[in-house]
Every structure is written in C-alpha cells, then in structure tokens.
C-alpha cells in the first residue's frame, strides 16, 4: 500500500514532502536486474550518471520496497567513495549520506539492491498463464505509472527528471526478455551453477521513469512488420499467434497515420505491443514496449463482436498516441496527466475514425462523452486540472473527466478552430517541446500563435472549473446557466463553476424542410447570461448543431416538440444529444420522463445504437425503481418503445446491412429480454444458448453478450454452469470476458454468492473488481452482494489493485430502489474511504442520491405509470 497523506506530515516546514530537491539531476541510467520468477524475488544494481547542480552532501532519490546492498557515489574524475543509505518506506525517499560535500559537476551513483516480485500488479510484478500442456507458467512485467518505478529501481521517479535507460536482464535460458529498446547483446553466463543469458538493451531516447519496461518469462512474438522503417511485434503468450493479425494491422494504421498528423517520426527504434495476462488497467504507453490486458490486444475477428473490435482498435490508436504526446512530449507534475490523456483520448477515436469509417467513431465517442457529463454534473465533480502533490492524487486523476471530458473539450476546440489550424497548433506544440516537459499552458500558446484566437480563455474556462454548462434556447435568446442533476450539493459544497466561454454553433430547422447544410450554421461564443439570436424563420433552432459542444442544450417543450418532428434532418450525433440532454433534465426534475419517451416513440428506422442506449438505459432505471405493481407498465413501454425496430431488424444479419446495425440489434434485443421480459426474445435466447452450448452452431459474437443476460437474467442453475464452464474454457480473451461478465448476471441470490466467493479468490486479481461491480449491479441479487462487500472489505481491498478500487462499488448507484438501503451504502462507503479513488466513490454516491431522488419523484402518485403509458400506442 502506498503511505497516506498523513504519513508525511513530519516534513520540515517549507520542504514539499513528495517532490525530490533539484540539486542533483539525473543524466542516463545502467540497469541491471536478475528476476528469479520461480522465487518471486530479484536483484539488481543501478549506476546513475547525474549532474551535481550545487554542492552537496546528500543525494535524495526514490526507491520502496527494496533492500539497498551496497551503495557509493563517484565524483568526475575521482574514486568511489562508500555512503550510507538510509531508506524511508513511508516517504519512499533513499537517502545518500555522503561524508563531506560533493562539489558541483558531472558524477556516477551506484547502488546494489534487491526486491520481491510482487503480486499487486504494480512496479516489478508476477504474472501467470496456463500453457497449452495445462502446466503453470510465471513471467515477470512492470507497471510503473503513476510513481511504481521505485519499487524496480532506486531512480529520480518523477515525470520531469528525464533521462535515457540502458537495462540488462539476466534471464533463464528459455525465458525471452523485451524491453524499451531492442537487444543489442546476448551472452551465455552462469550464475550459481545455473545456465542463463545476459541480454543488454540499447539505451532508450530520453524519457521518464514512470516509462521504463521490461517483461521475462516463457512468450514469444510474433514475425515483425516493418512499418517506415520499424519493426513491430506482437508478444503474447505460446499458442496464442492466431490472435494478433488485428493488432498488427492496427499498429501498421498508428504508425502511418500519426507520424504525417504530426508531422514527427515516431520517435523509438522499434514497437512491440506485449499481452499481459495479469494487468491491472488496460494498456500502458511503454516507450516502444507497450504492455496491455490480453483482452484488448489479441482478438479473432471471426469471434469477435463489431464492439470488441473497435475497443481493440481504439486501445492500441491510444497507447500509440502517446508516444508523441506522453512520451516524447511529457507533463511537468501529474496535475498534467489530464493533457496526456484526453489528448491520446481524442486521438484514439480519429484515428480509429479513420482506420474504420463505417464504424461512424466520433459518433458513439457521443455515449463515451456523456457518461463523463454524468459525472461533471454532479456537486462533487472536479476541474479536468487541479493540483496534485501526493502519488495517491495522481492515481485518482485516472478517470472518465481526465478522459473522456478532456478528449470531448478538445474536439470541441479543434471544430471551433478548425482541424487544419488545430493540427498546425498541435505539430508546433510538439517541436518546441519534444524530449522535454510541459505545463498546459503551453499547448493552449502553440495553439493561439497558429490561430489568431485567445483559445487559452476559452479553454481556462472548460479546464481550470468543474461542471458544465445548460444552454437554454428562449424566445430569440440563448443563455446559460450551470447544470446540475441535484438543486443542491449533498454535503453543502459545489465543485460546479459559474460561468464558461461557450463555443456554440446553431442551426436553424425551417418548417417543413430536411436539415439545410453547413453554410447555414451560425457560430457564436456565449460568454454572458444570455444573448440575442439571429433570426430563424418559422423554425426551430437546434442548439450544439455537429454535436461537439461539452454542455447540455435545454429546449422549452413547444421546441422539444419541434424538434421531434425533424428527427430525420439530424445527424446521429445531433439525435443522440438530444437524446441524452431530455434524459439529463429528466433525471435533474426539469423535464418530464414522458418529453423523453414522446421522442423515442419517433425513431422509426434510426440505425446507430447510441439513441437507442440512451431509452434502453432510462427504461432499465425505471425498471430499478418501480414498485413490483409498475413493473408491468415499464415491460410494456420497452416493448412499445424497442420491439418495431428489433422486429424490423430480426436476430440474424443480413447482406449489406450498414458495419453498426448489428450493435443495435444485440442492445434491442437485450433490453427486450430483460428490461421487457418480453416472452418470446426469452424463449429464442434461451434457444440459441443451449443449442450452441450442445454443438449445434456458434452464436454470433456480435449476440452473444446479449444473449448470455437474458439467460443469466432466468437465473437457472445449469445455464450458470455452462457459462462458468465456457469461461474456464474459453476461445480467446473476448469469449473468456463475455462468460466472466454474464457470472454476475445471473438473477438468483445462491448463484451471486457462487459468484462473489469465485471473485474473491477464484478469478485473477486484475478480474475481480469487475465481477464484484456487477453483482452490485444484480437486480436480484445486488442488496445482498452489498452485505458480503461490507463484510469482506478489507480481504476484497488487499486482494485487488489499488486503482480498481473506485471501479468494484461504482455500481451502488443502482441500488436506489429502498432509500435505506441507499443510506446505509452512503454511510459505510463514507466511513470507509479508500486511499485511492475516494473522490469517485463520493461521485458514485451522488449519483445514488440522484437515483433515489428520481425513483421518489417517479413513485409519488402513481407518477412512472402515468409516464411510461405515454409511450403506448393509442
């Protein structure tokens, strides 16, 4: 565990106890580690080229959970002279004693060490597979980001303290070894009798610490492809080569298409993209060496979903973004994190975009955007930037508003200044600043000198503030006001800003007519309470025109109603917005359920999946809060609402249907199996299931998810055997997550609990969170699943990573039907705050509250009734 805040609290006054002192810079590390993978232990020793910028006679470095051997400093041009090494885990500081001061220059810091091959899934970690011969196999990785390469080697592990690396592993004869950079040596050796390999890589570009790798262990990779000159693998567990055909044809795409967006070569000799069976986050931006879940590198795409495809695509568009922006360009301090993420965000969906047209990208990024605007309209949201100190803060700044918000405010402000100068901003950015660090700021200067525009306001506004705006269409004015889903903020404080430099553009709708083009789209910067708008005709205006825009657009009910009837002269992305902005004012009691319902009832043959989510997931909320008496009315409404368009499209692909339909059909078809429990979409999953299961045909991959809940939502015992069985067996990563998912599905009490004891010591470690989130999410079994969390909360915290802590109770939010049960989450998830995370567990209870703050709404005289009737056909 890292220490908490409090643990440093005894730092001398004006010392800041989580940054190093600037006297010594490092210059180039020599690394050399011994991994023992069968002792889950290591050694290793580390000379480091520093630069002694005033005299001293302490060198201060990080370094945690390591036994310091030996240690000695060699001053330019003199003899090694022996220190003392005094390690504090607490503030994870090695302190270098040295016998007199050491002058300022050039000098060399050695230091012998050992540590343990940790089973947590950060810095220098075990991780296991099962070979094709059923035997056990352990190799060991890294994961250094955020502040865990101190726990592989004593270094400077700070962001801006860049350097070059050049490591040497020692390995077992049949064990392969990837780093950073490629091998530049192999020698034979003998270390205690045992025959072993030295393997020396070349030193690596200039670079952060958090962005050092290596992995050893019994894998293998993939023949390269030579992509501008460099070579790239994929490096995967034995027996696994089918599946990295995708990945390799993405990679190809990256370094194609990044190097002429940024117009800089990729910056490393070589890519090799490594499958990690055991790994806590998704996938992470190793200078050349990029480690990722199994999940979300090797696929089949014969046995893959459209879905499962287009994550693996945006996954590997993301990690190799960051080699410009991250890597070669990196923040100064973590507060920054935000600029490296929501940039590697934005450029993972237009790359993907690109890669793949008819997978429409910057579309469905419109769902990924609006699960971030569900947190940023919460009293306990945060500014995209504030400011970290600890390592703790940092890891709690890897979230949906560092992503998704940040990557969704910078497409808003590449269509306000137009793609061409957004880009030119982004290539300058970069030159100025490659191998070096940056703040914020810098990016928003590069941008303004390229556009002529003060972009830094505008984007000061959506950055440096939390919270967004509603912007309301009156009678010929547009105003804004800050959203919120509560009138009031549940602890009697706002993270809400005020007031922000709004870049909107406007479209008017004329009466009677199809959508008109891009020449008529007005474009204004709302900065006051309101403005005047230019005329209309005998239209409608729609607000956000192209859908970019980071806020909710609120319409009055006569121009909601207008806007119904030219759903057909919207885009996607446009219909989608509407959408989920009636949702939004629904949830916050400043629309009606039915104003939603009344738009959904007009869809008729729409072919993307994202409006549809937004009424499948507002009917499955109405399902969470009804009295058992309204649920019949809620199955009514799905069926009403989803059952034309799911009978139009059928359960089986057809010939030149467009790449998305199949996403729709699998979410129509689930909503009415569930939500619905609508007979005969029961009958035919169940069908479909079972007769897979006896070898009678595969499912569709692109059904199999959907098919798999509304077996599990029966809850029978055999089928839950089945899955668990598919999921111990499975055919590739995909199969084997679908299966793990659909465990926590089942809706009877008995199987959850089989469920739970499976996540709490049956599964990996990187899995169980996500197993747990989903027995909270149980609609049978989710209050009693919550007893078990509380009662095995400190074997659940030890067992799982840190930073999937937050992630394992998102899904209390559901549990909002009985406002004590509501209650008793709010208190224990309060009393019990996590190291990491906390500031999203305050989140998840908000939205609790506006869960339970909607079902009483709902609930009060017979009111859901009355609403969902309104979708019935009269």
Known sequence: MRSAPEAHQSAPAGVDSYRLPRTVEPVAYRIELVPDLEAARFTGAVEIDVRVLEPTDRVILNAAELDIAAASVVPAGGEAVEVAAALDEASERLVLAL??????????????????????????????FTDEEGRTRTIATTQMESTDARRAFPCWDEPDRKATFELTLVVGEGDAAYSNSPAVEEEPVILDGVKKRRVRFAPTMKMSSYLVAFVVGPLVASEPIEVGGVPVRVVHAPGKERLTAFALDVARHSLEYFPDYFAIPYPAEKLDLVAIPDFASGAMENV???????????????????????????????????????????????????????????????????????????????????????????????????????????????????????????????????????????????????????????????????????????????????????????????????????????????SIGKRWLVPVLLRPLAGGHEGRGHDDVVRLLLAEEAA????????????????????????????????????????????????????????????DLGDLLALASRLGDEDGPETYNVVASALRLCARIARDADRPAVEAAARALLGPRAAALGWDGRTGEGERVPTLRALLIE??????????????????????????????????????????????????????????????????????????????????????????????????????????????????CWELVKANWALLLDRFPETNH??????????????????????????????????????TLEQLAVNVRFGERMRGADRLAGELAKALPH
């Open 99 to 128: 016998p007199s001061p050491m002058p300022s220059g050039d000098a060399t810091v050695r230091l012998a060490f050992k540590g343990t091959l940790n089973d947590k899934l950060r810095g220098f970690y075990r991780s296991t």
């Open 288 to 494: 050349g060496c990029v480690t990722f879940r199994e999940s979300v590198l090797l696929i089949d795409p014969q046995n893959a979903s459209r879905v499962e495809l287009e994550r693996v695509a945006d996954v590997i568009h993301h990690e190799i973004a960051h080699m410009w922006f991250g890597d070669l360009v990196t923040m100064r301090w973590w507060e920054g994190i935000w600029l490296n993420e929501a940039f590697a965000t934005f450029m993972e969906v237009k790359a993907t975009d690109h890669y793949r047209p008819a997978w429409t990208r910057w579309t469905s990024f419109g769902l990924d955007r609006d699960a971030a605007m569900s947190v940023d309209g919460l009293h306990s949201t945060r500014p995209i930037e504030y400011p970290v100190r600890s390592p703790d803060e940092a890891d709690g700044m890897f979230d949906a508003l560092t992503y998704e918000k940040g990557g969704s405010v910078l497409r808003m402000l590449e269509q306000y200044l137009g793609t061409e100068v957004f880009r030119d901003g982004v290539r300058a950015y970069l030159r100025a600043h490659a191998y070096g660090n940056t703040e914020t700021a810098d990016l928003w200067s590069a941008l303004a000198e390229v556009s002529g525009e003060p972009i830094r306001t505008v984007a000061d506004s959506w950055i440096l503030q939390g919270g967004h705006p509603l912007v309301n269409l009156g009678d010929g004015t547009l105003g804004q006001e800050p959203f919120a889903y509560l009138p009031e903020p549940p602890d009697g404080e706002s």
């Open 532 to 591: 005047d708008l230019p005329p209309a005709g005998d239209g409608v205006v729609l607000v956000n025109a192209g859908g970019w825009g980071v806020y909710r657009a609120g319409y009055r009910p006569e121009h909601r109603a207008q806007l119904a009837e030219h759903l057909g002269s919207l885009t996607s992305l446009e219909r989608f917005d509407l959408f989920s902005d009636t949702w939004a004012l629904v949830l916050a009691g400043r629309a």
């Open 671 to 784: 909503a009415l199996g569930t939500t619905g429990a609508t007979p005969g979409v029961r009958d035919e999953a169940a069908r479909r299931f079972r007769s897979s299961r006896h070898g009678e045909g595969e499912l569709d991959p692109n059904l199999e998810s959907a098919v798999l809940a509304i077996v599990a939502d029966h809850g029978a015992e055999g089928d839950y055997d089945a899955v668990l069985d598919r999921y111990r067996h499975p055919l590739d990563p995909q199969d084997e997550r679908r299966h793990l998912a659909a465990l926590g599905a089942f809706a009877d009490t008995g199987l959850c609990r089989r469920t739970f004891d499976l996540a709490a010591g049956g599964i990996r470690r990187q899995d169980g969170p996500l197993v747990v989130r989903a027995l909270l999410a149980n609609r049978v079994g989710g209050p009693m």
């Open 806 to 843: 937050a992630a394992m109770v998102s899904t209390v939010r559901t549990l909002c039907r009985d406002p004590a049960l509501a209650a008793d989450v709010t208190r224990f998830l309060t009393g019990h705050p996590l190291a990491v995370g906390q500031r999203t567990v305050v989140q």
